[in-house]
């Protein structure tokens, strides 16, 4: 079983930066594509960005040139790097596991991290 544990969430003024990790451990996590979330109060959760076991990359149109997402096969671990934060990126954050790198079905789920955006 693949377990995800995020860090990095915090409260940053509009224009800055931050960075999200999301570290997985168990059998097969290095096989799995890896991603974010996010969920704003009182919305839905949404899609951020994703990355597949062999790098392949998609984006949310939302954040496209401002948020870049990476990963560090050695550590099995998923960094989210946001620049140019607005306060419309407050939500909590999520890293998800999925065998695509869709995230039609993620079936693994960190514990969520705060970002916050003040304006």
């Known amino acids: 079983q693949v377990q995800l544990v995020e860090s990095g969430g915090g409260l940053v003024q509009a224009g800055g930066s931050l960075r999200l990790s999301c570290a997985a451990s168990g059998r097969s996590a290095s096989n799995n594509a890896m991603g974010w979330f996010r969920q704003a109060q009182g919305k839905e959760r949404e899609f951020v960005a994703s990355?597949?076991?062999?790098?392949?990359?998609v984006y949310a149109d939302s954040v496209k040139g401002r948020f870049t997402i990476s990963k560090e096969n050695a550590k099995n671990t998923v960094y989210l790097q946001m620049n140019s934060l607005k306060p419309e990126d407050t939500a909590v954050y999520y890293c998800a596991a999925d065998r695509s790198v869709t995230m039609k079905t993620p079936g693994i789920w960190g514990q969520g991290t705060q970002v916050t955006v003040s304006s």
């Open positions: 990355i597949s076991w062999s790098g392949l990359i």
